[in-house]
């Protein structure tokens, strides 16, 4: 095979080798545009590394922060229980107390024992709801221990008195027993021990 040789009067360094039928500012204009969508590439990758580390940051805080948020949640749901359970509680006292089925006999009994040592001569006044007065005095008379504090004692039937409640009159002072102030008194006090 022959060899063809071309004298070449210029600078070999100088010399720039295209492709076949492509042009040299296509060429350069196609370089550009690879370059410039390789800083584009770059700076979406940059922000899209910056979205996660912030979207890293912003769960690492919100699960730092999720044992405060379940602990408050938690108080107010058991201020919400308590004050349901107390509320079902003021029912229940309440419905057994106009059922009749609170027997006042016991508290009659301890304020007869009590209340007739401590006074002098005067006269005890036991003020009771008519229906819890018929109650008391029937299982009262079975109290063979009791019979000289009844003696002394005198039996009033008042209306206005809530059921299972017991009212006490003596020359030194009043007492009063009432179930729903004693409910309120340990409904305060469980209230305030949530509280603490």
Not at 22 to 32: K, M, T, V
Not at 120 to 143: F, K, M, N, Y
């Amino acid at each position: 095979m022959p060899v063809l040789r071309i004298p070449v009067t210029e600078d070999i360094r100088r010399l720039r080798l295209h492709r076949q039928g492509a042009e040299p500012e296509a060429a350069q204009h196609s370089r550009a545009v690879w370059l410039l969508s390789l800083r584009d590439q770059q700076k979406a990758r940059a922000a899209d590394a910056a979205a996660l580390q912030a979207l890293a940051v912003a769960t690492s805080d919100a699960l730092e922060a999720v044992p405060a948020t379940v602990s408050g949640r938690i108080d107010e749901i058991s201020g919400i229980a308590i004050e349901i359970g107390l509320s079902v509680a003021r029912e229940i006292v309440g419905s057994a107390l106009d059922q009749g089925a609170v027997d006042v006999t016991p508290t009659v009994a301890r304020c007869l024992r009590d209340c007739v040592h401590g006074s002098g001569s005067g006269e005890l006044t036991i003020c009771l709801h008519p229906e819890d007065l018929r109650v008391a005095q029937d299982q009262l008379a079975d109290h063979e221990d009791l019979r000289p504090q009844l003696a002394a004692a005198r039996f009033v039937a008042d209306p206005r008195a809530g059921r299972g409640s017991v009212r006490v009159e003596t020359e030194a002072g009043r007492l009063k027993y009432d179930p729903r102030d004693v409910l309120q008194r340990i409904s305060d006090e469980v209230r305030r021990e949530v509280r603490a």
